[in-house]
């Protein structure tokens, strides 16, 4: 039982290892740029006063 724990974690620890390295490769750097500045491409909120009306 202890080899095949062993087994499912260095399984494990390659698969996570795989996805960090496909994460950080150069192909994915314009991905994550883009990913990066999306909250900031999004309109400004409004807001409200409690009547209802918009706050200038």
Known sequence: MA???AIVT???M???LG???WAWSRP???ANL???LLP???PDETTTSPAG???T
């Open 19 to 21: 996805i960090c390295c």
């Open 28 to 30: 994915r750097q314009s």
């Open 3 to 5: 080899m095949l724990t």
């Open 34 to 36: 883009e990913s990066a």
């Open 53 to 55: 009306e918009p706050r």
């Open 14 to 16: 390659l698969v996570f």
């Open 40 to 42: 900031f491409a999004l």
């Open 10 to 12: 260095a399984i494990s």
